[in-house]
């Protein structure tokens, strides 16, 4: 059974960082690209950054460029995102998912095979 669970989310102030963890169990991590998303209510999933299988490829949505990066720990099962200089505009839900075309990076969430079930990220001006 393919679990993957986030970690990490929490309320900061503008300005802070936050980094936030995705554990997969039930598959082999390096056999995926991995994405995180991010979800405001009456909103739809919003691409935030990928990743592919061994790191050479990375992708961001321009909002957060600069400010976020996204890594992963193959040997650990782990994926990750580092979340600095957070702005209220970036409050909303943060889902980690994996996507079997693991050699490239997909913006799509309809494309992703696996979803963690989310973890909140409030950030007060």
């Known amino acids: 059974q393919v679990q993957l669970v986030e970690s990490g989310g929490g309320m900061v102030a503008a300005g802070s960082s936050l980094t936030l963890s995705c554990a997969a169990s039930?598959?082999?991590?390096?056999?995926?690209?991995m994405g995180w998303f991010r979800q405001t209510p009456g909103n739809e999933r919003e691409f935030v950054a990928g990743?592919?299988?061994?790191?050479?490829?990375?992708n961001y949505v321009d909002s957060v460029k600069g400010r976020f990066t996204i890594s992963r720990d193959n040997a650990r099962n782990t994926a990750f995102l580092r979340m600095n200089s957070l702005k209220p505009e970036d409050t909303a839900t943060y889902y980690c998912?994996?996507?079997?075309?693991?050699?490239?990076?997909?913006?799509?969430?309809?494309?992703?095979?696996?979803w963690g079930q989310g973890t909140q990220v409030n950030v007060s001006s």
């Open positions: 990743i592919n299988w061994n790191s050479g490829l990375r």
């Open positions: 998912a994996a996507d079997r075309t693991w050699y490239t990076v997909r913006t799509s969430a309809g494309l992703y095979d696996h």
């Open positions: 039930g598959l082999t991590l390096s056999s995926y690209a």
